[in-house]
């Protein structure tokens, strides 16, 4: 059956034969049920019963690319968080190892979306690289969508990385992890017979190890998240979900404390479900405050947000779904310089950041359409209003997606989209959104390729994307630009073009050998006052492997390798900025072994062992070159050895 | 091993011999220019600020492509002393290369071309530098920078300071001294008046 969400019609007899003969409980997250005759497997001599209706829910195969928390567990480098392992898929540029901030297919970090269960998350990682700030526990997969991706999700001109949060329990779990830095827990259980509880969150202790490498840094991180799910009746649930998190690097130089990293973010939102016949309607207010310290904390942004949305999604026939939804959001914004003393630098903030209320009304409409003979469409089309200081601008996104399954084994696949963007910070911290300024980022996306399902459970997708982006607000990528031309400053406007190649050879990490071979050869460009050059963050190829496996007894080991090629050097003339030298390429060796003691039906407590970069490799910022030479400037080790205790129940 | 297997691994085959190969790395597309020579010469501290491409961008705007080609021989002449000079003429200062006092010979040539003239002024440069320990690279950029219309001015003002023992006076404290106590004040007054 392909994936997606499908009403299966089954009779009670026939129900109750499969259930002896697989007696594995389906597991609640992707199946419920309703209409079941509770005495059906007890009373196989029932007389036929009318039909029963069972709904399997499961993630549509809509073009994303991800992992399972459970997969994500057994990825070393990814210290179990399944955020943090998005930088391992295909399409994804790092940065450097171990910051939070990605180029996708060669989309600067501020045009790539970060959502929890359908809520825009504003960071995604905690200082010095440290965990997600969304407990790992609550997160079922997380979903990279590079290219084209689904209606529901905008305001991004690039793409989305969804992170599905996991249904509530139907019996109480918990999680405990202690770690040399920090520490974080989980709790999820019913409460009577309609109510779920989930309380989670983590606290760093980050500081004495921190010290040893820099006694006048300080970290303070935490976040939290609760969650109430109230059912009201089969088809009607209410859930209000409270997250948060805190983070503040600190440093003191000449006797002044800095703040180099100082960002809070609190989301409330209440949301109510209620089943359709053949689907669902959701309507969801959502209120948050966000906080950046920028300028070593000379500048304070605050940000007010309040949301309302409804979503529905109906099945129309067998071969035809539709999905639509509508909301309207307002963003408070506030603006603090009383510490800023240079003119200058006061004035631009007050250009961009100015304190204002800002408005986005934003609608969408998808039909998923069956076709026969194996081929399916998604066409949909995104509106997006946005008004801010008396600017307005309308974004129009059509997108459609295509898949073709040629046979069991075989299906190719095509997408096309538009997306956009107001502009974006150079580096995304929560309420540092500019004004419109000069208007919509616009993406245009196109991908195609195929997915082959290859004996022993091993899938292969090979995807080519190519992507424009116009009036791109890029500082950091444009960077080779306006290092040798003056009259390009951060603000000035360029485009953005990338295309390559992807490929995913996987096998579920969850298997006794699983394992992943991903590589991305592309091209990243950058035209800039009628200049053009590779983006300043342009790897040719990006390779990463990862083998785990599991020696029984509780033993489990993981290695993963990452390699990467280049980024372009900076260079003193634009005739030479056109194609120029590259740093050297990196690479570094993650490792994880686990041995894990079980505890009741399905408890365990686990001792871990996992590092990132074990062959404690120093990777190059940048380079700068003349004819003659390059000097590369070099960072690290950066490497994070994690010795920690898990523990479930 | 089926025909779907074998395209599959092919392609990872072709993808692996691409990153193997080192892909399309390129190698710097320009011929050196005048600034890259100069560089290539004086970042010879190995030290951990020395940037190449801003070393070249600060001379190309320190330098106009008609004084490059006017002086260019001297400009060679210059950069070639340094490439012959040792290693340890080179040293790091606020992690950036610093040049010891070599080559006065070519420096001084260079700084009479792009400024007729203004050898006086490299010429106390030096005597400052070597009394009073400054760094003569500072004080020597200064000399190529005047105007054609205060050249004399600057001139008279330098050539009058080498008539009198060097000044190593505290440069942040205001000069409470009798102007008619104080070397070359009418010169120096010509040099102000001109800047204006």
Known sequence: MRPGLRRVAACLLVWASVARAQPAPIEPPTATASGVDPTGPSNPAAPVSPPIEIIVQGPRNDGGQGFTRAEVRQLPGALADPLRAIEALPGVTPTLSGVPYFFVRGAPPGDVGYFFDGIRLPALFHALGGPSVVHPGLVESVELFPGPYPVEYGKFAAGAVVARASEPALEPRGELAVRATDSSALIDTPVGQSTNLTLSGRYSYANPILHLFSADMNVAYWDYQARVGQRLSADDRLTLLAFGAHDALTDTNDGKLRTLYGIDFHRIGLRYEHGLSEGQVRLQLLGGWDRSLARDGDVRVDDLSSEIRIDVDQGLSHSTRFRAGASVSRDQYALDLAKLDDPDARERYRIQFPPRADFVGSSYFALDLELGSGVSVTPGLRADAYASRGQHALGVDPRIDAEYRVSSRLSLHSALGVAHQPPASAVPSPGLNPTLGQGLQTGLQYSSGFRLRLPSDVGLQVTLFQTALFNLSDSIGQARVSDTDDRVTEDTRGMGRSRGVELLLKRSLTRRLGGFLTYTLSSSRRSVARASVPSAFDRRHVLGAALGYDWGRGFRSGIRGTLYSGIPADVAYLEAARDPPRTSPFYRLDLRTEKRFRWGNSGYISLVFEVINATLNREVLSASCDAYACKERRVGPITIPNVGIEAAF | ?196
């Open chain 2, 1 to 196: 091993m089926s025909s779907q297997g074998r395209a599959a691994w092919s392609l990872l085959l072709t993808a692996a011999l691409a990153l193997l190969s080192g892909g399309c790395e390129s190698e710097y597309s320009l011929p050196p220019t005048a600034c890259d020579d100069y560089c290539h010469a004086t970042l010879r501290g190995n030290c951990a600020d020395d940037a190449p491409a801003d070393c070249v961008r600060d001379c190309e705007k320190a330098n106009t492509a008609t004084v490059r080609d006017r002086c260019a021989a001297a400009w060679r002449a210059r950069d070639d002393c340094w490439l012959t000079a040792a290693p340890s003429a080179f040293s790091c200062q606020d992690k950036h290369s610093k040049i010891a006092d070599i080559c006065l010979d070519e420096r001084r040539a260079f700084a009479e071309c792009v400024s007729p003239g203004s050898g006086s002024c490299f010429d106390q440069c030096v005597r400052q530098a070597q009394a009073c320990g400054s760094t003569l690279s500072d004080c020597e950029a200064g000399c190529s920078n005047p105007t054609p219309a205060c050249r004399s001015a600057s001139v008279a003002f330098n050539t009058c300071l080498l008539g009198y023992p060097v000044d190593c006076g505290n440069g942040s404290e205001p000069d409470t001294r009798d102007p008619a106590h104080t070397p070359c004040y009418y010169e120096a007054l010509g040099v102000l008046a001109c800047d204006k």
